[in-house]
């Protein structure tokens, strides 16, 4: 495959199949999948893993917001699709894209109601978060009751599933707290079930949750950063493959004396002479500061290259001395020889807000999954 000649994202969806395949192995074949779209696909491109994720066979999409959802159906997506987070402004939209809204509060809940029986809704299918202690969205046990009776006393809406979310399922030293939140969420979630008279879909685990509680699977798991190849674990990340690497090119080559400085602020002064690259990415790109002054650094020809200087908006600098490379020659930020978490913990951060961080502005080159790299 040729080299970039551009700041480009890849996102390999042979790596993507190869995550849900591998996710979809650790529980029971009976259990549904629901795949977690939200943030642009985790900072790739929604509508490419959303089809590719139908043709794996995923039973659910997951979205954050009403616009991300309406994307998706403007672009041929048929399965069904959970919204995390809708406002009750937004819900004429999700009846008019055939949305499923998360309804996490009484407001939100009666919000609904009364959109749907004004709308002539019949057996619409709606998910109830329940709180069982990450203390974001959800009802609390003492307000079952009450969801309860909401629901039943209208004919508009079916419960399509109820679910919570895992504070720290990856954090075994959190076990105790996360299997009182599983067994929290079997006792809220059958008290619903007794009052409904019918069995929706039930979901608590997360990417770490199925792999670490795969007994808590109940009738659907909920996938988001395995997919695109993290497992918050270093034994399941040399199981997964992180599907995006981001590159770029040299743009030039400038030879500095010792005692010159580099870029705003003078942050950088050479100690001896050295070679200094300037690479077309910067802030604007998702490449924030924070990685800058030698704390983060890029590969060239394998060989590693650390940012000096502080990150521009439209540039970054790094340190080429005694790399045999050239203008034009391509550099990998994160991917591939480096692992995009090795990358994030360099900046003090994590890989979620690494990965979902790369603007639009980059583009995008989807490599089809059975392509050579």
């Known amino acids: 495959m040729p080299e970039a000649k551009e700041t480009v994202l890849e996102i390999d969806l042979g790596a993507l199949a190869h995550n849900y395949r591998y996710l979809r192995s650790k529980i029971d074949s009976d259990v549904k999948f629901l795949s977690v779209v939200k943030a ?8 490419v893993i959303a089809k590719k994720l139908e043709e794996l ?8 917001y009403v616009e991300e959802g309406i994307r998706l159906r403007e672009n041929g997506i048929t399965k069904p699709i959970l919204v995390l987070h809708p406002q009750f402004t937004h819900f004429e939209s999700i009846i008019e894209h055939c949305l499923e809204p998360n309804l996490y509060s009484e407001k939100i809940l009666r919000e609904f109601i009364s959109t749907a029986e004004r709308l002539k809704q019949k057996n619409y299918p709606v998910h109830i978060k329940l709180n069982t202690g990450l203390n974001r969205l959800g009802f609390d046990q003492p307000e079952i009751p009450l969801v309860a009776d909401l629901i039943t006393n209208t004919s508009t809406l079916k419960v399509a599933s109820i679910f919570s979310h ?12 996360t299997v009182g939140q599983i ?30 509680y795969p007994k808590a699977a109940f009738s659907m798991v909920r996938s988001g950063i395995g997919l695109y ?4 674990d270093k034994n399941v990340d040399s199981e997964l493959r992180p599907i995006g690497t981001l590159k770029t090119i040299i743009s030039q080559i400038r030879k500095l004396d010792k005692g010159a400085t580099v870029g705003y602020n003078r942050a950088f002064k050479v100690e001896k002479p050295s070679r200094i690259a300037t690479l077309p990415v910067g802030h604007a790109d998702g490449i924030n500061r924070i990685y800058g002054k030698q704390k983060a650094g890029v590969m060239v020809h394998g060989k590693f290259a650390p940012i000096v200087g502080n990150v521009c908006m439209d540039i970054i600098m790094i340190d080429v001395t005694g790399i045999d490379c050239e203008e034009g020659d391509e550099v990998i930020i994160f991917g591939g020889p480096q692992h995009p978490v090795k990358f994030a913990e360099a900046g003090g951060t994590i890989s979620y807000e690494l990965i979902t961080g790369i603007q639009r502005r980059v583009t995008r080159k989807i490599i089809p999954e059975g392509s050579e790299k």
Request: hydrophobic share 35%; with cysteine.
């Open 183 to 212: 067994d929290l969420f079997r006792k809220m979630s059958w008290q619903l079930v007794e009052k409904l008279g019918y069995e929706p879909l039930l979901h608590i685990c997360n990417t770490s949750g199925l792999i670490n």
């Open 40 to 47: 642009h696909a985790y900072g790739s491109d929604s509508v």
């Open 229 to 232: 190849g993290y497992g918050n």
């Open 166 to 177: 895992l504070a720290a399922s990856e954090d075994w030293k959190e076990r105790d707290f």
């Open 57 to 64: 066979g995923t039973d659910y999409l997951a979205v954050a």
